[in-house]
RNA sequence: GCGGGCGUGGCGGAACGGCAGACGCGCUAGCUUGAGGGGCUAGUGUCCGAAUGGACGUGAGGGUUCAAAUCCCUCCGCCCGCACCA
């Protein structure tokens, strides 16, 4: 017998797939289709365990689905473009095209040594011209269809990195995620999406996707923040506390506090509160709440501790509900790109606005309360304000009683309440107000000032203002010779730079900023199905037929971000006829890309997330150096469930190992191969009492094991329970053990070969390599090919069970028994058995009630 | 504050309302002609007992049920996400 050398074992076999083009996805047959889909890497120095752990589980369930007889597209490529390239050029004086390509061939040897099965003829990088041409002819098609904006905006910008920043990009006290410099707030023009035209459709679809995890869809439907409410019109009085005729209007949730309202607020960059307060005593107290509010960053802004300030700007405004004059506060809270950047302040109803009354001295007068309140027996059915105070120490926002609301009062009040819809009819009527809807998800600032991206096709012309470049000129090739390093700027490179306008051919330039990477990943996972495409970003008909994608899977870190926008680019390319046509699965059509998400856990060392920074991480080189691809795949799908984190332990590792070495041997010695350990030394000791009789119930023992664990392991990948399928063939491993006891001539040769067959081919998905060899060269069966090419052993639930069973006996639901029945016992030989097993227990008294459960148990009341 | 998740041996973790702790790690003892990331055998939740055995046991308390780690209620603790969104 060899000894198990994965090395060498892994070196061969990755050969030969290779020269064979073993994982390459057939298009032609006529097997079903099925995507399986990881979320590709950002080429980063090498693979790290959380790649290992990804793709680990990806491959393991391509390759089970395509012993279970589908045509399996498993695709990988790079997300190749982005800042990290550029600071490392600058690091290490070199530039981000040979940093990025030099990591994406390292990853590349990376991936392939750990034996994972893709289809390498369909590479995608994003980086490539070849792709991102097709991210600009998307970019040009979303710009017809109204979906692509250039417009001003507050936006963060780091003075040294010199670029927008998105908001997430923006570290805790406002720091640039990159360099940590103080981010500044500029009002800059900048390119967006307009993902808020499907904000609705992004929320309601959630809804169609049975297949993601609950945590996901909650945190897309809070990013999304729909909120339900009204418009209501106010009306601005003059210095002297006159209405005029201008308006403002606010966004409220809760129209039926509306008689609550007893002041009113601007955001501090309000164009008003300069407007009403320029000149006049007003002036600097509310330019002191605006300059307190200049340097921080949206983020700071909303640390829900801070405390409240603000300023009277001197003029009132009418509430529409009851004519009354309130006074206009500029404050800190209100935001300006939420809702119009004004609010109604509703004290009692409201913490915010509560809390700042307290401190301003402003009337908190009730409106909606509950009736178990003390302040209820007071004002119901009161419509005539006569209340202004409460004695609360804080505001009620939950549901009630309106009250002190004229013709209202008495009407339930809450959030989308009766009282709620009679007040926006009663408003709408007068045309003072109506229904809306605010969503908390702004449209995607996708330019960035940076080099290392996707260039907008977009071109500036003195003359035609700023024009598209045509279909036909695409690409926009990001030139090369850009030297990072000497600080130089796309601009700085004229022949990017300087070009004729397409609409004038006067002289006219390249717009210079580059597309955010996320706009490259927004789309890769459909010119995976296509990647050749000379013409379009991809063949519609082809995508019909692949995608939504049956497994996404990858990091819970993208919860957001990334699975928004590539919903978002699906609902928009569907909208352009791209996909999700006639015929196309239901998911599709409603654009969306991915029917089943697994978010895989993190990798942790001592309970903390690996990472360079900390110097904490275990390389997989490493561990694939020493113990093989193999082991360490096993490792990881052993030693936690895919979705929770898992805890790195040597022990472990070490513990999977010998388990492989126990299959090596267990195989041999099932075939007749005298097993002997590295040493040389007999390793197969005979239990000499076992007699023939003892050995042919073995043997049957030993079929039915084979059974259970061939449906157990079914059972357990397709819920991806790889951990437990695991167990489920170490559990084979130590029958087989067993039975190996059995001296050699009363084995069962053709069940001997069974089980050696059965073990190669369950643990095939997970240990690819170790499989291949047993197949192919222990059992001998390279003629039949591949072991990743066989059949899902077929699973036969009859030869799984035993003749005679073991039954528990309960007496009031306590184990006090056991009995031996036939597998086809009647229910009453069953109770007759379980209660004669217990007769001393229950001393003649007669149960009350014999609860037979099929195969497992039985319980007897007493 | 809102939302999601989780509490099971010394550890990782099993148990689609039905024998809690599968499987693995670790540990103990023995064997393998001498001893080390090897193999085999037996054992390993806690307490009582020399033992057959018995009692207790899934964060705490209550409930539903013939039967609860699992379902319901209350509480405690931990993790994650969002958070001045009107």
Redesign the pocket.
């Known amino acids: 017998m060899q000894q198990y050398d994965p090395l060498a074992i892994e070196e061969h076999w990755q050969e030969v797939w290779e020269t064979t083009d073993a994982n390459r996805m057939t298009e032609s047959d006529e097997k079903p289709p099925f995507y399986v889909l990881e979320m590709f890497p950002y080429p980063s120095g090498d693979v790290h365990m959380g790649h290992v752990r990804n793709y680990t589980i990806g491959d393991v369930i391509s390759r089970y689905k395509r012993m279970q007889g589908f045509n399996v597209l498993h695709p990988i490529g790079w997300d190749s473009f982005g800042m990290p390239a550029e600071n490392a050029a600058i690091q290490q004086n070199s530039s981000p095209a040979t940093w990025t390509y030099t990591n994406i061939e390292r990853q590349r040897t990376s991936l392939k040594r750990m034996g994972f099965s893709y289809d390498w003829s369909r590479v995608v990088i994003t980086s490539d011209p070849e792709y991102y041409h097709w991210g600009q002819w998307i970019f040009l098609k979303f710009w017809e269809m109204g979906l692509v904006e250039r417009r001003s905006s507050p936006v963060n910008w780091c003075p040294s990195c010199s670029t927008v920043l998105a908001n997430?990009q923006v570290l805790g006290e406002g720091h640039c995620w990159r360099c940590k410099t103080k981010v500044e707030k500029r009002e800059l023009e900048q390119w967006f999406f307009k993902i808020t035209n499907y904000a609705d459709e992004l929320l309601d679809d959630l809804d169609e996707l049975s297949g993601w995890p609950?945590?996901v869809k909650?945190?897309q439907a809070?990013?999304i923040?729909r909120?339900v409410?009204a418009d209501v019109v106010f009306t601005l009085c003059d210095e002297n506390g006159e209405p005029t005729e201008e308006t403002i209007t606010?966004?409220?949730?809760?129209p039926d506090t509306l008689f609550g309202c007893s002041f009113f607020l601007l955001?501090p960059e309000h164009p008003l509160a300069h407007q009403l307060t320029a000149g006049t005593q007003y002036e600097a107290g509310v330019k002191a709440v605006r300059a307190a509010v200049e340097n921080e960053t949206?983020?700071e802004?909303?640390?829900?501790e801070?405390?409240?300030s603000g300023a009277f700007t001197g003029r009132f405004v009418v509430n529409p509900i009851n004519n009354e004059k309130v006074p206009v506060w500029v404050c800190?809270?209100?935001?300006?790109d939420?809702?119009?950047?004004a609010?109604?302040a509703?004290p009692s109803g409201?913490q915010?606005d509560f809390e700042f009354a307290r401190k301003y001295g402003l009337p908190i007068p009730p409106v909606v309360v509950a009736k178990d309140d003390a302040l209820y027996p007071e004002l119901a059915n009161v419509q005539e304000r006569t209340v202004n105070e409460v004695p609360w120490t804080e505001a009620y926002a939950g549901a009630g009683i309106m009250v002190q609301s004229g013709e209202f009062t008495g009407l339930a009040g809450g959030k989308d309440s009766p009282g709620s819809a009679a007040v926006i009819d009663w408003l709408a009527a007068r045309n003072l107000g109506e229904p809306s809807i605010?969503y908390?998800l702004r449209d995607w600032l996708i330019s960035r000032q940076r080099y290392w991206g996707n260039p907008i096709p977009a071109i500036h012309c003195d003359a035609c203002g700023i024009v598209p470049v045509p279909y036909e000129d695409l690409p926009v090739i990001l030139p090369l010779d850009i030297d990072v390093t000497a600080g130089q700027k796309l601009a700085d490179n004229k022949e990017f730079y300087e070009v004729a306008c397409p609409v004038c051919a006067r002289p006219a330039h390249r717009e210079t900023d580059t597309m955010d990477t996320f706009t490259c990943s927004s789309w890769y996972y459909l010119r995976y199905t296509d990647p050749l495409n000379r013409t379009l970003p991809f063949d519609p008909q082809t995508v019909d037929t692949w995608l939504p994608a049956d497994q996404y899977i990858g990091g819970?870190e993208h919860?957001?971000l990334h699975l928004l926008y590539s919903r978002f680019f699906t609902k928009g390319l569907r909208d352009a006829g791209l996909l999700g046509g006639k015929g196309a699965p239901d998911l599709l059509q409603h654009g969306e890309p991915f029917k089943n998400l697994l978010t895989q856990g993190m990798v942790k060392l001592n309970g903390e997330v690996m990472s360079k920074s900390k110097g904490n991480v275990v390389a997989p080189e490493s561990i694939v150096g020493?113990?093989g691809a193999d082991t360490l795949r096993v490792y990881i799908l052993?030693?936690?469930?895919p979705d929770?984190?898992?805890?790195w332990?040597q022990?472990?590792l070490?513990?999977?190992?010998?388990?492989l070495?126990?299959i090596w041997r267990s195989v041999h010695d099932l075939l007749g191969e005298r097993v002997v350990?590295a040493e040389n030394?007999v390793?197969s000791?005979y239990d000499e009492s076992i007699t023939p009789a003892a050995a042919a119930e073995r043997s049957k023992e030993l079929n039915r094991e084979i059974h259970r664990v061939i449906g157990k392991v079914k059972d357990d990948v397709e819920r991806f329970?790889f951990?437990?399928a695991?167990?489920a063939i170490?559990?084979l491993?130590?029958t087989v053990?067993?039975y190996l006891?059995i001296a050699r001539e009363l084995r069962d040769e053709q069940l001997c070969t069974r089980a050696a067959e059965a073990l190669a081919l369950l643990i095939a998905p997970m240990a690819p390599h170790f499989a291949e060899e047993l197949w192919c060269k222990v059992l001998g069966r390279s003629e039949q090919g591949s072991v990743h090419r066989q059949p899902w052993p077929e699973f036969d639930p009859a030869q799984a069970l035993a003749d005679m069973i073991?039954?528990?006996v309960?007496v009031?639901?306590?184990?006090?028994a056991?009995i031996t029945v036939a597998l086809d016992a009647t229910e009453a030989d069953i109770k007759t058995e379980a209660c004669g097993a217990v007769a001393e227990l229950s001393q003649g008294v007669e149960p009350k009630?014999v609860?037979v459960?099929k195969g497992?148990?039985v319980?007897i009341?007493l």
């Open positions: 997430e609950e945590r909650q945190m809070n990013w923040g909120s409410g606010v966004f409220t949730t809760r955001a949206t983020i802004r909303e640390k829900a801070r405390e409240k800190d809270y209100v935001l300006m939420y809702g119009t950047g609010v109604m509703v409201d915010r605010n908390r819970i919860a957001i020493r113990y052993f030693m936690a469930p929770k984190d898992l805890e332990s022990e472990g070490d513990g999977i190992w010998r388990f070495n126990r350990d030394n390793l000791i329970n951990n437990t695991i167990a170490m559990e491993t130590n053990s067993s006891k073991e039954l528990a309960q009031n639901g306590k184990v006090k056991r009630k609860i459960v497992k148990l319980n009341v």
